[in-house]
Structures are given as structure tokens and as C-alpha cells.
């Protein structure tokens, strides 16, 4: 599709900004809270970069007025978070933690006071230490019953104050990285309890939707999905269908659950056939289909490139795993020798797209997958889209003069906001967008030299220094797109 003139951004969308409680609040035993998987995770040796943690992150938790203040002063439309759940039931159920709970209010309170609309995330991936050692976590269903009672208490508490919430951050990154390749708790590499863990998910992610509805009527709920499109190759029909095959296994997997409360047909049929598919009741399938989301939440960093991949060819197994992608890139990862039996072997490899380029960490930028994400999302689902993350981990340089000249972002940013504009142009729906990230953080497995931020947080691996928060260039430049809603991101080869 082509366009003389692109749409206007909607009168109210949502330009915002996004974090995660792990990586920014730090406190990580303070007033009450309990251990998180995280916590412990972070301090196995050799598990992150250098060994960082968050046990202090960016101190938001002390700083988060200051914070707020910033956002302020940027125009920030909106702020999204999440609650660390262990912060509000420190053993992960039964006993409230009033002083976690208090921390949340006063927080999007201030954010309401500035504002600000509050985005709540659920679960940004800090399990309750204590739930991974009673029930073995997701494994269990009784995991079930703990959520949907933290989801109740924050419903409960702050209902009436948030519109926008996010169940479940990114499933399809935190199970693989969790129980399949031993980068993320509980550390394992077992595919039978991936996908348990991720049907107990499933229904856990339908459980917190079909309360919400009941106790926050005028709310809307969803969750975000880490989504990449998947191309083929080549032309090559076996190409193509390697990607289709990326497709199903890497995305429709979970969105058909979500959207649909269905298990996708083709995927499902594979697991079985390998012994390694969940079990799903007639009373599951009945939860699933009765939940339905009010916006689809999107985070876009890159898609896949793919080409066909055949079982009884081993050289092409060990080849894929020659290749050099990040091993902290969840989505490229490949299957060692002992995973050969792993379901999607047969069916696609994963290879680097020529024609892209590459951030510092091996991450390929293109801003065209971003409108191909958002167009296949929303003609497949017809919900809703929230983009709940994007953006550029990059290495920023605190110049002599103190200011952060990050043009690399900048150029990001604009090339993905205008793909957004072109999708929007095209018919998608759309609430809002979310940058990540709002502040510089803990990248999970990179420490802090990986930035993502507006607002440069000076600290490092080696020292937390003063943690002074200083807005970067590109702090300047969201703040004027959003003072124009937009107006200023043009196509200079089809706009006059
Ligand atoms: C997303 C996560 O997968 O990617 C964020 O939701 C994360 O929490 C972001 O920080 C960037 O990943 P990384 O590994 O570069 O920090």
C-alpha cells in the first residue's frame, strides 16, 4: 500500500514509556518485600554480565518522585510499569504486604498528579521466590490460584486509579529463556516442562482476564507478546514454508491462545507426536475460550529470517549452531545437538537477513517488520494494538559537557514511529506506543552498559556513582513528537 499523505496520529494515543520493577526499583529487600526468582537467579555465578543485579538497579523505588517529575516535564502521555508481586505477597500468597501495596498507589498517583496514565503490568517475570520452591512455579496450577489472589488485591487497590493493564509480559520470552535454555529462572533445558509451565500460563493469563472484567468493568486488559515476523529466505517454496512454520511455532502459538482460546492445529499435532505437548482438559479449553483480551499489547525489536531446515540433514543442524547469534537474543536462539529432537528442527532454521543492519548486540534493525508486525497482528486478531515496548539498546557516552548526544536512538525511533504511522495509514487500530525505556535499567543479562533509556542514569556495572538522572537528546526530541502528536514524523519520499 501507498500513501500520498499519511493519517494523523489519533487525538488521544498513548505516546509513552515503559520499565519493569526488576530492572529499575532496586529496595530488593526492603519494607517487607520477598525474594523474587530473580533475586536468586541473578546471583548464580556466570549467569549475567559481570554479575550485576538488581538489588539496587536505578533505585527507582527511592527516586521514583524524581522520576515522575521527568516524565512531567517530557509530556509523557503515558508510563508503563510493573508490580513485583513478591513486593505485595512477599511469600508469593496469603499475607499482604501493606507497605508494597502503598509504594504502587503513591506511585501512580503521582504519575495521575503529573499527568500521566498508568499502564499496570502484572507480571514482567519476578515469580515470588517462594512459589518456585512450594509448587515448583508455573509447573503447578496452584501457581493459579496465587495470581489470580495478587491480581484481586491490585484490582481491589487500584482499579479505579488504572485503565490500561498487562497480564503477562512477553510469555514466549520467558518460558524459552527459562526452561529451555538456562538463561532465565528456573534455569532449565527441559521442553516437556516448557510447554507445561506455558499452558499453566495460559490458563493463569484467562483466569486474571475474566476477573479483571468482572471487577474492573470500565479497565481494559492484555497481554504483551514479544512478536517478530517471520520471512522466508528465498522464494524457494520450501523457504517459504520454513517461515510458515517460524510463523506458527514462534507467534501463533500463543496469540491463537490468547485471541482466540484456541491451541494452534499444526504446532499442537507436532508436540503430541513428540510426547511434549500439555495436557489440555475439556474444562482448560473452556476457560480459554471464554477469556477474551481488549487489546493485544506488542513488543517489537526485530522478526526472523528463515529457510528450510530437514531433520536427516545433520549438517544443517550443526551449522545453525556455528552461527553467531547473541545468545541473549531469545529470539534466534538454535537448538544444540541434545535439542536436535527439539519440534521445530525439521521444519525451519533460523538464518541472518542480508539485508538488514545490526544494534552493538547483533540485533537486526528494521523499522518495514515493524508495519509488517503490525499488519499481520491486527488482520489475523482485529484487536486493538498497544505497542507496550520498542526501541534501541545501544552504548551511550556521557560527553565532557554532560549531555548525551544519542542521535542512534533518535533515528531509531523516528524510523520505527514512521512505519507505525504508515500501519496506522494502512487501517490498523491502534492506542498507543510505548518506548523502551523510560529511564536507563538492568538489561536482564547485559548489565548497564546495554541503554535503552530518555534519561541516562549514571551508574555502571563497577560503581552505582551517583545515579544522577540527566534527559538525553532524545529526550528533547520525544518530548517535541509529542507536543505535535506526531505531525512532525513525515515520509519525505511520499509526503510534499
Ligand atoms: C524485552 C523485555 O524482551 O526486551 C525487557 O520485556 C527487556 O524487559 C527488553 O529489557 C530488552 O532486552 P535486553 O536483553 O536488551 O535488555
Not at 535439542?339 to 547483533?362: C, H, R
Not at 535503552?452 to 560503581?463: K, M, P
Request: aromatic share 14%; glycine share 8%; charged share 25%.
Amino acid at each position: 500500500m501507498y500513501h500520498q499523505k499519511l493519517d494523523s496520529f489519533p487525538e488521544k494515543f498513548l505516546w509513552g514509556a515503559a520499565s519493569a520493577a526488576y530492572q529499575i526499583e532496586g529496595a530488593f529487600k526492603e519494607d517487607g518485600k520477598g525474594p523474587s526468582v530473580w533475586d536468586t537467579f541473578s546471583k548464580i555465578p556466570g549467569k549475567t554480565f559481570m554479575e550485576t543485579n538488581g538489588d539496587v538497579a536505578v533505585d527507582h523505588y527511592h527516586r521514583y518522585k524524581e522520576d515522575v517529575a521527568l516524565m512531567g516535564e517530557m509530556g509523557l502521555k503515558a508510563y508503563r510499569f510493573s508490580v513485583a508481586w513478591s513486593r505485595i505477597l512477599p511469600e508469593g500468597e496469603g499475607k499482604v504486604n501493606e507497605k508494597g501495596l502503598q509504594f504502587y498507589e503513591d506511585l501512580v498517583d503521582e504519575m495521575l498528579a503529573h499527568g500521566v496514565e498508568p499502564i499496570l503490568t502484572l507480571y514482567h517475570w519476578d515469580l515470588p521466590e517462594a512459589l518456585q520452591e512450594k509448587y515448583n512455579g508455573w509447573e503447578s496450577r496452584k501457581t493459579i490460584q496465587a495470581f489470580k489472589q495478587y491480581c484481586q488485591i491490585l484490582f481491589e487497590r487500584l482499579g479505579g486509579k488504572v485503565k490500561y493493564w498487562v497480564t503477562f509480559n512477553e510469555q514466549n520470552v520467558f518460558t524459552s529463556m527459562g526452561y529451555r535454555w538456562e538463561t532465565h529462572p528456573p534455569n532449565l533445558s527441559n521442553l516437556e516442562r516448557m510447554f507445561t509451565a506455558n499452558h499453566v500460563i495460559n490458563l493463569a493469563n484467562a483466569e486474571a482476564i475474566n476477573l479483571f472484567h468482572k471487577m474492573v468493568p470500565k479497565g481494559l486488559i492484555g497481554p504483551s507478546f514479544g512478536y517478530g515476523p517471520a520471512y522466508p529466505s528465498s522464494a524457494r517454496p520450501e523457504d517459504v514454508l520454513a517461515a510458515e512454520n517460524g510463523e506458527e511455532f514462534n507467534n501463533i502459538w500463543w496469540l491463537d491462545v490468547y485471541c482466540r482460546g484456541i491451541y494452534p492445529k499444526f504446532v499442537m499435532k507436532q508436540l503430541q507426536k513428540l510426547k511434549i505437548a500439555p495436557e489440555v482438559t475439556a474444562a482448560d479449553h473452556e476457560l480459554l475460550q471464554s477469556s477474551k483480551p481488549d487489546f493485544l499489547g506488542i513488543n517489537y525489536y526485530h522478526g526472523g529470517t528463515f529457510q528450510e531446515n530437514r531433520i536427516e540433514n545433520k549438517q544443517n543442524a550443526k551449522e545453525a549452531q556455528k552461527k553467531e547469534f547473541s545468545a541473549i537474543d531469545p529470539y534466534l536462539m538454535q537448538p544444540n545437538e541434545e535439542q536436535a529432537q527439539s519440534p521445530e528442527v525439521p521444519m525451519f532454521q533460523s538464518i541472518s537477513n542480508p539485508y538488514l543492519d545490526k544494534t552493538e548486540w547483533g540485533w537486526e534493525i528494521d523499522p518495514v517488520g515493524f508495519r509488517v508486525a503490525l499488519r499481520r497482528v491486527y488482520a489475523r486478531y482485529g484487536l486493538p494494538i498497544f505497542v507496550t515496548e520498542n526501541g534501541l539498546g545501544a552504548i551511550d557516552q556521557l560527553e565532557e559537557d554532560g549531555s548525551i548526544q544519542d542521535d542512534v536512538r533518535i533515528a531509531y525511533l523516528e524510523k520505527h514511529v514512521l512505519e507505525m504511522k504508515k500501519a496506522i495509514t494502512d487501517g490498523v487500530e491502534m492506542i498507543g506506543y510505548c518506548a523502551w525505556s523510560f529511564t536507563d535499567l538492568l538489561s536482564w543479562l547485559n548489565g548497564y552498559k546495554k541503554r535503552y533509556g530518555f534519561v541516562y542514569v549514571n551508574r555502571d556495572e563497577e560503581s552505582e556513582k551517583d545515579l544522577k538522572r540527566i534527559p538525553k537528546k532524545s529526550f528533547y526530541w520525544y518530548q517535541e513528537l509529542m507536543k505535535q502528536n506526531g505531525a512532525n514524523i513525515m515520509d519525505n519520499e511520499v509526503e510534499e
